[in-house]
């Protein structure tokens, strides 16, 4: 943080930490909309054009508390919360998709198993005292996620096909001319910026040549299909890395092997059921717990990767009840070994002990996170 003559820090009345958690707490309003009226969602609908516009809004103060932390300097609890709010982000607003049956199962299932894996395998990196840097694919992951969201709902709000086709078009114009404008001033162009246009571009392609009627489906496909191949080429480092460093350091042990187990609970057990649930009522009211959940997980992933870089080990809370839990509760909801009542009560028991489950976490280590600085 810079400081004043005196060497004193200077007074911020506002500060990165706090547009973040503010980030977090906007996010239930576009939960709840999509939850509650993305069936019924048409240009005339209010609502979804507010939520619509309040997670743009969301998504922007990623940026704002960027340039707050570089300019204050990086606080310990900024650097769990930072990254949690972008996936808080991303689970917030793809589970409703899901849940409506507008994502594949599959690929928001990859989506996040990726995110929880690569959790895992960088808290297992710090123990061993290995760390990789976060590349330039790991910056454009997130805003090819962020940005796809937006775009996803541009494919199923704006009507007719013609009418959303032009839309993407002209945002993918927007981008060229701004990658331009930052080549001509700086000389340079960050990966994300160089790569929005081609994949606007891509998408308006694939809306222009479909038919009418699946023009929206088909723009929504490519969407999800590019969020996940750069999610998953984006992680190929940190496997490689943590390959690595397992041969170098002795092998694989339990703890490593609990939290890759872990990984893929949620990914695997719950978010798939989402969209292949036959019973759409029954999805949605499922969808909920199982949001809690999922954020409750990718949260303990971000508490996980603190105390593993701070301390050179792994929390002291255990991923165990929670990657049972989401285990049973998806193969009682997947085999009806219990009727819908019971699963949602199930599912609600696992988003609570979920939630408990990172409090703990959170406490056992709390001096880890109420420091100054890093």
């Excluded at 990658?179 to 571009?201: D, T």
């Excluded at 009627?213 to 496909?221: C, F, L, V």
């Excluded at 499922?286 to 949260?299: D, H, M, R």
């Excluded at 509760?329 to 489950?357: E, I, K, M, Y």
Aim: hydrophobic letters at 55%.
């Amino acid at each position: 943080m810079t400081t004043n003559e005196a060497g004193e820090a200077p007074h911020r009345w506002i500060t990165a930490n706090q547009v973040t958690a503010l980030r977090i707490l906007a996010l239930p309003f576009p939960c709840w909309a999509l939850l509650a009226r993305m069936d019924a969602a048409n240009t005339a609908d209010p609502v979804m054009w507010a939520a619509f516009f309040f997670g743009i809004a969301v998504g922007a103060t990623d940026f704002v508390d960027g340039w707050m932390a570089r300019r204050d300097g990086p606080t310990t609890l900024g650097a769990l919360l930072d990254p949690v709010a972008d996936k808080l982000f991303i689970a917030m607003l793809l589970l409703p998709v899901v849940a409506h049956a507008r994502c594949p199962g599959w690929a928001a299932g990859a989506l996040f198993v990726r995110e929880l894996l690569i959790t895992s395998l960088r808290s297992s990196m710090s123990v061993r005292k290995q760390s990789l840097k976060t590349s330039q694919l790991g910056k454009l992951k997130t805003v090819v996620q962020m940005g796809g969201i937006g775009v996803f709902f541009l494919t199923v709000f704006v009507t007719p096909a013609a009418t959303m086709a032009a839309t993407i078009f002209g945002l993918g114009v927007a981008f060229a001319v701004s990658a331009a404008a930052w080549w001509i001033a700086k000389r340079r162009l960050p990966l994300w910026l160089a790569s929005a246009p081609v994949l606007l571009f891509a998408v308006f392609l694939v809306a222009w040549l479909s038919p009418p009627e699946r023009a929206s489906d088909h723009a929504g496909a490519v969407v999800f299909l590019l969020m996940v191949l750069f999610t998953w080429v984006s992680g190929a480092d940190y496997l490689w890395g943590s390959a690595r460093a397992f041969r170098s350091t002795g092998g694989v042990g339990r703890g490593d092997v609990l939290r890759v187990l872990w990984s893929f609970a949620h990914g695997f057990a719950l978010v798939p059921l989402l969209a292949l649930e036959a019973d759409r009522t029954f999805a949605l009211q499922l969808a909920l717990p199982v949001t809690v959940s999922l954020s409750a997980e990718l949260s303990l992933g971000g508490v996980e990767n603190l105390v593993a870089a701070e301390r050179g080990r792994f929390a002291r809370g255990s991923v165990v009840p929670t990657m049972l839990g989401a285990v049973v509760v998806g193969v009682c909801a997947w085999f009806d070994l219990l009727p819908g009542g019971a699963v949602l009560v199930a599912a609600w028991g696992l988003a609570g002990l979920s939630v408990l489950n990172l409090a703990v976490a959170f406490w056992l280590d709390r001096d880890v996170f109420l420091t100054s600085s890093r």
